[in-house]
């Protein structure tokens, strides 16, 4: 009788024991369930807090780099930025339209002018986006050295630029109609042994 009585007991323990801890992992489980719920939510949230915010940030640059380049080309052209997931990387492509027609290979497609104003405007655009932003002054050496017939109406975009963004531009360029726009302009030439720095304008 004392034996069954002590198993007994042992076994009212076992099973009290083994019920406490199942209790435990139901509230681990319910804990657990909760977290996941509480994670799922969270990334859904960054998810569109992320996409919000590139679409706000590729809105702003396609339409300050359109506006660059139909400023000095005259064309309806559009710039626009594409992101994709590639081999586990997010990457940004760019291209340009006209119409219906697009671009994707712009240096091939529409020559190095639109490039040299598409990296330029790009430049001013994360400037611009930078805070707190830097000394408003710009150098380039350069900076449009493919814009060909272009350069005037580049110029005139530069001119825009400072205005409007309060931004002072200094270029390195052999570009005449460049230092014609320019408010000072300084000549550097080489005899061969020394440079000589003479203000032109």
Same mark, same amino acid.
């Given at each position: 009788m004392a034996t069954l009585k002590e198993r007994y007991l042992r076994l009212t323990g076992l099973r009290d024991g083994l019920l406490d801890q199942k209790k435990r992992f139901e509230e681990d489980? =319910? =804990?657990? $369930?909760?977290?996941?719920? &509480? @994670?799922?939510?969270?990334?859904?949230?960054? $998810?569109?807090?992320?996409?919000?915010? *590139? =679409? *706000?940030? *590729?809105?702003?640059?396609?339409?300050?780099? +359109?506006?660059?380049? *139909? $400023?000095? %080309?005259?064309?309806? %052209?559009e710039f626009h930025m594409e992101f994709k997931l590639q081999r586990g990387k997010s990457e940004c492509l760019f291209s340009v339209s006209e119409g219906d027609i697009v671009y994707d290979d712009i240096e091939n497609e529409l020559g190095g002018g639109m490039l040299d104003v598409i990296a330029f405007a790009l430049r001013i655009v994360l400037w611009s986006m930078k805070n707190p932003k830097s000394d408003?002054?710009?150098? @380039? &050496?350069?900076?449009?050295?493919?814009? !060909?017939?272009?350069?005037?109406? +580049? !110029?005139?975009?530069?001119? +825009?630029? $400072?205005?409007?963004m309060g931004l002072q531009f200094i270029l390195i360029t052999h570009e005449d109609e460049l230092a014609d726009i320019a408010d000072r302009a300084w000549r550097v030439s080489h005899d061969g042994k020394f440079s000589t720095i003479s203000q032109i304008k």
């Open positions: 489980i =319910t =804990t657990l $369930s909760q977290e996941k719920d &509480d @994670a799922t939510e969270a990334r859904w949230i960054l $998810s569109e807090v992320m996409r919000i915010t *590139q =679409t *706000q940030f *590729q809105f702003r640059i396609e339409n300050l780099v +359109t506006a660059a380049i *139909q $400023s000095v %080309f005259d064309r309806p %052209f408003h002054v710009l150098i @380039a &050496d350069e900076p449009f050295r493919f814009v !060909g017939d272009y350069v005037r109406d +580049t !110029g005139q975009m530069l001119q +825009t630029l $400072s205005k409007e």
